[in-house]
């Protein structure tokens, strides 16, 4: 007796109504979203509107450079693996630059569900740690004698107080308390941190320096000037800050914020 057999029509049927329903759901998002390009997810990325100017002008700039001509042409459904290789490959040499991207573009394509890195608090999405390297105290010094007079100080508040770079551009004098002795000399000091001066470049070009609130509350703090700093602190006061009791700390030559390659020497 001959045992029945199916076309291949039939075979087919039996195998679409028994595919399982990833599959199916799979060639649905497949037939849905073909058309939608890795630039096309960063685009909503930003349109999500929870980053600040700074943070925006970065990452379109990294997008630009190492992502959008390149993998974010291709449809998000397309892209494979070996992609993702192939992409990897190109990226500058510059261990920095290359982690910046990768991170980016993994931030970008993550499950949804998961959401952006920027939602995942607490989190180091980052592919593996950086190296710190760390001065001694005599470098320090050093560093801060080898700046101009009215950025010594910027040195060593920097390393002592563990101000960030914008932070310190954001520091005005009310933000420090200070205990005097009968010499009027300081005998105490704290910083209350609560600003930071971010660049967010304008649609003419131009770039615009401006007071942020820190990215967390965590980054709201006080801290304490060591008593090795207190009389160059003093020396400061008396010679390179703006004018008034909200007077900048360290203002630039126009009586604005600084930039950052002023700290470079």
Known sequence: MRTPT??????????ERGSPPADKKRAIKTSTTGAITVNDLFTGYLDEGDLKPGTVDLYTYQWDRFIRPSIGTEPVTDVTATDVASWRATLPA??????Q????????????????RR?????DTRAKARDTILLTAAEVDLLAKAMPPERSFAVLISAWCGLRQGELFALRKSDLTITRDDQNQITAATVFVRRSVVRSKQPDGTVLALE???KSDAGIRRVTVPPHD??????????YTQHG?????????RGSYLHPSTLYC
Do not use: V
């Open 6 to 15: 199916s076309s291949p029509s039939d075979r087919r049927s039996c195998r």
């Open 94 to 99: 510059g261990a920095r630059q290359r982690e």
């Open 101 to 116: 991207a990768e991170d980016l573009l993994r931030a970008i394509t993550s499950n949804p569900a998961a959401r952006s």
């Open 119 to 123: 939602r995942r608090k607490g989190r």
């Open 212 to 214: 942020d609130d820190p």
């Open 230 to 239: 207190l009389e160059d602190l003093d020396h400061h006061l008396t010679r």
């Open 245 to 253: 009791d909200t007077g900048l700390m360290f203002p630039n030559s």
